[in-house]
């Protein structure tokens, strides 16, 4: 069965400085890969989908950007953090086509 | 423009009630619907999958059903208890586009001892 790791667990980092949260997967190939954030008492945001390596789709114009190296791995980064990048960062995958959503545990990101 | 939404926003239950929870979706085109469970501060745990085809699916104490042609969808929880307390959330994969899933906003439950 699939594994997702993500880490860290949590960050606490100041304006204006670099991110970069990491997912990997293990346990299947060729998955479609997924960050979400969720804010405080928000839903759950789609902030980019990758369907093979080095392919990105963007759903929310921002400062966040993400890559995918490898087939199992994603990340997810910002040059510069905002306030407003505070929340909770999940990394999801699917199989290929509408299949079921799985979940990492996620990394609670705070900004300062 | 898809959009899922559910009802009740949150719901506080004594322990051993049987309980629905809501879901619709403006758009009938779907791949299928899912049913997650998140508890507070964790990620998403897949409970149940309703292929388009499907009426309902269960597991366990979790019963869910899919009325396509009205965009509903309930998830039924029998003999609650502590335990399910949690945000439930459903979405919805759309049909011609099977890469990313359309989110309800979650219905908060609290299961009273």
């Known amino acids: 069965s699939q594994t997702i790791h993500q880490w860290p667990a949590t960050l606490v980092q100041p304006v204006g400085s670099p991110l970069s949260l990491e997912c990997t997967v293990e346990?299947?190939?060729?998955?479609?890969l997924y960050w979400y954030r969720q804010a405080a008492g928000r839903g759950l945001q789609l902030l980019f989908y990758s369907v093979g390596i080095g392919q990105i789709s963007s759903e929310v114009p921002q400062n966040l950007s993400a890559s995918r190296p490898q087939d199992r791995q994603f990340i997810l980064s910002s040059k510069k953090l905002l306030l407003s990048d505070s929340g909770f960062y999940l990394c999801?995958?699917?199989?290929?086509?509408?299949?079921?959503?799985?979940f990492g545990p996620g990394t609670r990101l705070t900004v300062l | 423009k898809q959009e899922v939404t559910q009802i009740p926003a949150a719901l506080s239950v004594p322990e051993g009630e049987n309980l629905v929870l809501n879901c619709s979706f403006t758009?009938?085109?779907?791949?299928?619907l899912q049913w997650f469970r998140q508890d507070p501060g964790k990620g998403l745990t897949s409970l149940l999958l309703i292929q388009s085809s499907q009426r309902e699916q269960t597991s366990g104490r979790l019963n869910a059903s899919l009325d396509k042609s009205s965009g509903r969808s309930t998830l039924y929880i029998a003999a609650s208890q502590p335990g399910d307390s949690a945000t439930y959330l459903c979405a919805v994969f759309n049909a011609g586009n099977n890469r990313k899933l359309i989110w309800g906003l979650g219905t908060s439950l609290a299961v009273n001892p």
């Open positions: 758009d009938s085109a779907i791949y299928n």
């Open positions: 346990g299947t190939s060729n998955p479609n």
């Open positions: 999801a995958l699917t199989g290929r086509g509408a299949d079921t959503q799985y």
